[in-house]
């Protein structure tokens, strides 16, 4: 079983600029998968990027970058050059490796981006 | 592109009735997933079905059933709609074990269903 914990509830960030979602987890399993699904008032669930836990590189998706620390059980989104369309609920999740792909998700942190 | 829609974007229904939200993917996937996203709680698994005739109980299954009779649809079913069941609801599909540049889980466009 998996818990996901997303503890800001609402960043705000200028144009241009850096901002860091937080995501801390908990996990039983020996190997697992880390997500962050964004979602923009459309409500289309949009992947933005994907980690395995037993890869140390942290991943990397143009603009967004993780920082995944294993042994904190902390995976943090950046995104970087912040833009206009980067405004919308961002939710982290996390499946187990024997999880059937279940996704256990987070209560998402809603990015608000300032002109 | 892979392609999840759901029969509708918008339901209001009344406490008591029975409710089908239906679900359709196009991608032969053979997991197939009902969420619910509710403010400060986020999504949470209600059903998730991983062959045809086969389903799990996720975390909130009760006052749900499902059903998967054909591997690209699956219905979510409210037997007696209540007033806490007024949420967006929110399916999804993968194919299980891929390697990870491809997995994922795709989604619907959800529908928020409205219980008076």
């Known amino acids: 079983a998996q818990t996901v914990t997303q503890s800001q509830p609402e960043m705000s960030v200028q144009e241009a600029e850096t901002v860091t979602l937080s995501c801390t987890y908990d996990?039983?399993?020996?190997?697992?998968?880390l997500f962050w699904y964004k979602q923009p008032p459309s409500r289309q669930m949009i992947l933005v990027i994907r980690?395995?836990?037993?890869?140390?590189q942290n991943a990397t998706e143009n603009r967004f970058s993780v920082n995944f620390q294993k042994a904190a059980k902390s995976f943090s989104l950046k995104i970087s050059d912040s833009q206009l369309g980067d405004a919308a609920m961002y939710f982290c999740?996390?499946?187990?490796?024997?999880?059937?792909?279940?996704?256990?998700f987070g209560a998402g942190t809603q990015v608000v981006v300032t002109p | 592109d892979v392609k999840v829609t759901q029969s509708s974007r918008y339901l209001v229904k009344r406490t008591g009735e029975k409710v089908f939200l239906e679900c359709v993917q196009d991608?032969?996937?053979?997991?197939m997933f009902w969420y619910r996203q509710d403010p400060g709680l986020g999504l949470r698994l209600i059903y998730f079905?991983?062959?045809?005739?086969?389903?799990e109980k996720g975390d909130i299954p009760e006052g749900y059933s499902v059903s998967r009779e054909k591997k690209e649809r699956f219905s979510l079913i409210l037997e007696s709609a209540s007033t806490n069941q007024t949420s967006m609801y929110l399916c999804?599909?993968?194919?299980?074990?891929?390697?990870?540049?491809?997995?994922?889980?795709?989604f619907g466009p959800g529908t928020r269903l409205t219980v008076t």
């Open positions: 999804a599909s993968s194919t299980p074990g891929l390697p990870t540049p491809l997995r994922r889980q795709y």
């Open positions: 996990t039983s399993e020996s190997d697992y998968y």
């Open positions: 980690q395995e836990a037993y890869k140390q």
């Open positions: 999740a996390c499946e187990g490796i024997d999880s059937w792909g279940k996704l256990q």
């Open positions: 991608m032969d996937h053979e997991n």
């Open positions: 079905s991983y062959d045809v005739k086969m389903k």
